[in-house]
């Protein structure tokens, strides 16, 4: 799923994140995922028609729907799936799979509303794609049972390696990048719910990083310093809800580093190069985007 990084793919909006920092002030949690591979290709096409009035369109889309994908196992082998023979599923890591899944799983939202689970759970239901959230009020059991029963008529499974509940008040949770969760406040110690960039989504963006400024990058300086100010923009673009200082702090200073051992690297400067490029220099002559300086909204010199 896609985390907020710039690319091709489509990412949920921050009032999706919002709605679940609200929500998880609710006490208990249903955190699960669908499994698209088992969306049926029928059904999906039926409700794109219900949208899409261009046939053409729609004959694209069928087309695509049969294309194989090649991925890696569990072992890092290579496998192919998907193809003509296969009547369901769309393909993981495509550009428009997220936009396939919303317009299926809109069959589930609208059951949810029409059955009017909101106030028969005391619930909020928050998604993107294939990932769900069901917050309520001690009743997760509840609407896990129906939340099965509903994708068996969908033909849909539920992916249970992602599927759990938890207490909101005391348990933290992953979401759209995000933790959601119990938070201490530094300076007096108190607590409160809130979200936070996970861990992943910063290991993330420190992979991005890395392939940015790797060791076989042999582009002049300006191109390499603008492709990672467009990723560490499009990065902060997205996470900039919630608790942020602790992320934005991880990210500048793998940023830092990283800049100081590739430009090292580059013009061959002995030792670890903390002279020739102190961070007052990585931030400000040479313009690489300092992520703290964009949280308090202070004007730098970083180049687009």
């Not at 072992?75 to 495509?94: E, I, N, V, W």
Request: proline fraction near 3%.
């Amino acid at each position: 799923m896609a985390t907020g990084l710039a690319g091709a793919q489509s990412t949920p909006s921050n009032k999706s994140t919002r709605d679940s920092a609200k929500a998880s002030r609710m006490s208990s949690t249903l955190i699960f995922r669908v499994t698209c591979d088992s969306i049926p290709h029928g059904e999906l096409l039926a409700e794109l028609e219900k949208r899409v009035s261009d046939v053409h369109v729609i004959r694209l889309i069928r087309q695509w729907l049969k294309v194989q994908v090649e991925d890696r196992d569990e072992r890092g082998k290579r496998r192919l799936q998907g193809g003509q023979g296969h009547s369901r599923g769309t393909p993981q890591g495509g550009v428009i799979s997220p936009v396939l899944a919303n317009v299926y799983m809109n069959r589930f939202l609208r059951a949810w509303r029409t059955e009017g689970k909101g106030d028969a759970l005391q619930a909020l239901l928050v998604n993107y794609a294939d990932d769900f959230v069901i917050l309520s009020r001690g009743r997760a059991a509840e609407a896990l049972l129906w939340a099965r029963d509903v994708m068996i008529d969908l033909g849909l499974t539920l992916n249970e390696r992602k599927t759990r509940r938890c207490q909101a008040r005391s348990e933290s949770f992953d979401f759209l990048g995000y933790t959601f969760g119990t938070l201490v406040y530094r300076k007096d110690g108190h607590t409160y719910l809130g979200a936070q960039p996970s861990k992943k989504a910063v290991a993330r963006a420190k992979e991005h990083v890395r392939g940015i400024l790797g060791s076989g990058v042999v582009a002049p300086w300006p191109q390499v310093r603008n492709r990672l100010n467009r990723t560490l923009r499009g990065w902060c673009g997205y996470f900039q809800h919630g608790t942020r200082t602790f992320a934005y702090r991880a990210v500048d200073n793998y940023v830092q580093t990283a800049v100081r051992d590739f430009l090292q690297r580059r013009h061959k400067v002995p030792g670890r190069g903390t002279r020739r490029f102190p961070d007052s220099k990585i931030f400000g002559e040479l313009g690489v985007l300092r992520l703290r300086h964009e949280q308090l909204g202070r004007r730098v010199h970083a180049c687009v």
